[in-house]
């Protein structure tokens, strides 16, 4: 999503883009006791205005609510939102950075625009700062994009997406609330999903497009091993207020078996400050 729209949805209160750091549910003991998350993740968009100013006072602040795992944004593509002061830190210096804070980074958001022109180099970076996985933000398309634009950049994330696997990374696509629209009767995330190579662009789910009556565990069950992350968030029931995880009215016992059971591994909170340090603490003493 691009930085106008990634405004848009965080003043309105759903937040969307961009966007981490990843939970990994796992069986405690052979008897399989309980399920519990060991990497407790949040996207960095949340943190934009102070990343980049001071990244490592940042993942202090993070890691005091309970994090330990985080998704980053581009520094280049994202430059003008925060991260731009990242650019000047070299990759490997970067890493170091985040082993010495105690964080795990296997993510990071990159927009459509800059993978079309500069592909290699930030799979090339992505390499450097030891990442797995790099996820399209945002198509890149305008508001009036035609369906034949849908599939023509579905087949562009294709041909990235075999970049990326040449270099052992994983490419994958983050929706937002207008891939769940409707164009020439067709609803844009099918079209989407029936055009992406589904080993070459692997999917990132944003939850908060329950709002919009879609359910992240209907599509981990609909389409099983092609999702590998989600951005996680909660609702009061009372339009689009957020509340901290396990607090509103997503089903997390759902959302977490269907998630396990179909290869999804890393998930990354995308609220904002005031509901962080208890959606850590749920996702912490999640027992399955």
Not at 176 to 203: A, T, W
Request: hydrophobic share 40%; proline share 4%; with cysteine.
């Amino acid at each position: 999503m691009n930085t106008m729209d990634r405004r848009k949805f965080l003043a309105r209160g759903i937040a969307g883009l961009a966007g981490a750091s990843m939970l990994t549910p796992r069986l405690l003991s052979a008897e399989g006791m309980a399920k519990r998350i060991k990497h407790i993740g949040f996207q960095t968009w949340i943190v934009r205005e102070d990343i980049g100013k001071d990244f490592t006072g940042t993942l202090k602040k993070m890691a005091a609510m309970g994090y330990n795992s985080f998704e980053l944004c581009s520094p280049k593509g994202y430059a003008n939102t925060g991260f731009g002061p990242l650019q000047d830190i070299p990759a490997a210096t970067l890493k170091k950075m985040i082993k010495d804070a105690g964080f795990t980074c296997v993510s990071c958001h990159f927009g459509m625009g800059e993978l079309r022109d500069h592909a290699q180099e930030r799979i090339d970076f992505a390499k450097e700062l030891g990442l797995t996985q790099m996820v399209i933000a945002s198509p890149g398309l305008p508001r009036g994009a035609t369906l034949d634009d849908w599939k023509r950049t579905a087949e562009e994330a294709n041909k990235i997406g075999e970049l990326a696997r040449k270099s052992g990374v994983q490419l994958a696509y983050h929706n937002h609330n207008f891939e769940f629209e409707k164009l020439d009767g067709q609803l844009i995330y099918d079209v989407l999903l029936d055009r992406l190579d589904p080993e070459l662009v692997k999917l990132q789910f944003q939850v908060w497009v329950i709002i919009a009556g879609y359910k992240a565990a209907d599509y981990f069950n609909r389409y099983p091993g092609r999702y590998i992350s989600a951005h996680l968030y909660d609702w009061s029931g009372k339009g689009e207020e957020q509340v901290p995880l396990g607090k509103g009215v997503v089903d997390w016992k759902e959302f977490f078996a269907a998630a396990e059971k179909n290869g999804v591994k890393n998930y990354f909170v995308e609220m904002g400050p005031p509901h962080l340090e208890e959606s850590a603490r749920f996702l912490k003493n999640w027992k399955g």
